[in-house]
DNA sequence: CTGAAAGCGCTTACAG
DNA sequence: CTGAAAGCGCTTACAG
């Protein structure tokens, strides 16, 4: 037996293929095929085990009811939260996410939207990369839905959702002036990205604000080297001559590193210093350290309902949503 | 502009569009098209921008170059770079990767596959949940590639790729004799899924050796009600009249929940109590904790191959793969 | 209320 | 060496 196809179905009962579409598509109403018709369309289907060919109803009516995601990297827990929750509910209306990685290169993003242009997505939820704008204003081009998620390029209007970097950066900085901390670090990405200037931004207006900002006291750090980089800053802040009393590491990934490294160095947080970071580690040994907490299921489920939203009834004018992120102590 | 099609090039040059077909499908050579023609298309394709239509392809083909990927639960670190490395080696053969999430329920683990199928996936990578025997089987009764990941059916004869869990545990269990452990306890899923069985058996071989094992140290936990069981075994480990000195943590989840619970009650690791598990839990401060580690790349890598191969080439006698694994200490 | 027919973009026997 | 044509399974104007 091959696959069950609507002609299997109409030829079986008599009547068109046409009839059987409109019926299992639910556009019988108004009038269309009468009751019994469309009662009986519907058994034979369920009885034969119908299930609809998708690339004939997409090559048809040019949608895939797929959406692409794309995220720096899968396996940073960050990003697998995130894609959990848009997945479970994409899931909801119907839609299937292809999930794809770009590893922070601008080159591998290219790619990976071509390769989900080419399967067709209807839409795109985007965690852009450094230096990827080009790529975004290409989908807008060619009117294509695409949300950007996490970062965005405020020279290209997008619709976005985000949390307040700003804010949340500020109060993280605020609870370590209110512990006591006098000489506060900062560790954070050498980017571009919006974002990320937003948080350092965030450490810088809260320092600034009790005249105990210090522009030495900021590191940045290359994404290809990472360790190398995060474990020479933390090296050169502590052995300095500032008394680092306090660090604030922008990124979950950042932060795992240079508590390592303060380990190895025998600093005892919070004993020694304290720390506060921007997302949660997955570490329960550090659930005293203090993290900026983002909504990760409201942040998925925000963007799958605006992209959905553009899949189906067009672009208006986009919005730019900045969700609270709360500071866990 | 619409989109640029075969017929459009076919066209413009003025050839058919069956020509266009072969030369772009690499089917030009043995005497087919002459090379200047299928350059000359090769060219227009290109300044033309075309992209093929998956959809198309696949319905016309009956393929989609696509393949499903079924595991519990995609913000597990374990999961999460499973399914990075199956995507990239995925992405070497022209493969896209759908990955979908079950929560260990069977129910779902259905519901995820027949999403898949109707998404017409030329194969299956799929981690099966307890009692998803099913399911497995229904998929080979329909020819449909599968190989099993992680776990497999003794019952059912599938292609299978996963670690020797059975020595990797009684090598883990093995260590911790070593420290001169005498009271070993052992906490690990309820479940009847064999490959924790066999973390089990490699366990309780490893103690049964020198004598020292005891039904009494092993705890049985419930995926539902994780955390509780867990926190309840440990306490009742430690705070009975067996002098634990050792645990064996059969996953990630369990020793990362575990461990917390150690530390809630002041238990020094490994100062009073030593600790070995399967997986690396990821938590830099834990790096001393021994722990099985699963070679991930090279489970995605073969688990790929694997399903590419049937799809392309039938499925002939199913494979069983079992790798090493390495305890690292 | 229902059917005949075109067409989405491709591939693949078949004929020349 | 190349083309005309059928057909994958569906949807959607159009006609009745």
Redesign the pocket.
């Known amino acids: 037996m091959?696959?069950v196809?609507?002609?299997d179905i109409a030829s079986k009962i008599?009547?068109?293929?046409?009839?059987v579409?409109?019926v299992?598509?639910g556009?019988d109403k108004l009038?269309?095929?009468?009751e019994q018709?469309s009662k009986k369309i519907r058994e034979t289907a369920k009885s034969m085990n119908?299930k609809?060919?998708g690339f004939?109803?997409a090559?048809?009516?040019g949608r895939s009811e797929t959406i692409g995601l794309v995220v720096a990297d899968i396996s940073n827990p960050f990003f697998a939260h995130l894609a959990f929750h848009i997945q479970e509910h994409a899931d909801r209306y119907g839609y299937s996410v292809i999930i794809t990685n770009t590893n922070e290169s601008p080159k591998k993003m290219e790619k990976m939207v071509s390769i989900l242009k080419y399967r067709q997505v209807d839409g795109f939820i985007i965690v852009p990369t450094e230096n990827g704008s080009r790529c975004i204003e290409e989908l807008h081009e060619n009117k294509i839905p695409v949300v950007l998620l996490d970062r965005y390029f405020p020279e290209i209007p997008s619709d976005y959702v985000g949390v307040d970097n700003f804010h949340a950066s500020m109060k993280a900085t605020e609870h370590l002036l209110k512990l006591g901390c006098k000489k506060i670090a900062l560790i954070t990405y050498k980017t571009t990205l919006r974002h990320a200037q937003e948080r350092r931004d965030g450490y810088v207006s809260a320092l600034a604000g009790c005249d105990l900002y210090d522009s030495r006291l900021i590191k940045e750090v290359n994404h290809s080297t990472i360790v190398e980089d995060i474990n020479r800053s933390v090296q050169e802040l502590i052995l300095g001559d500032n008394k680092i009393d306090g660090f604030f590491f922008t990124t979950n990934t950042i932060s795992s590193i240079g508590l390592k490294k303060l380990k190895e160095m025998q600093i005892n947080v919070p004993e020694d210093i304290k720390t506060v970071c921007f997302d949660k580690i997955e570490s329960f040994d550090f659930s005293t350290i203090p993290f900026v907490q983002q909504p990760i299921p409201e942040m998925g489920k925000q963007a799958v309902d605006i992209v959905v939203d553009r899949i189906r009834n067009g672009n208006p004018s986009p919005v730019h949503i900045e969700l609270k992120a709360e500071l866990i102590v």
Chains 1, 2 share one sequence.
């Open positions: 091959g696959r196809s609507i002609k008599g009547v068109s293929t046409a009839t579409s409109l299992l598509n556009k009038g269309r095929v009468s018709l119908y609809p060919n004939a109803k090559l048809r009516s």
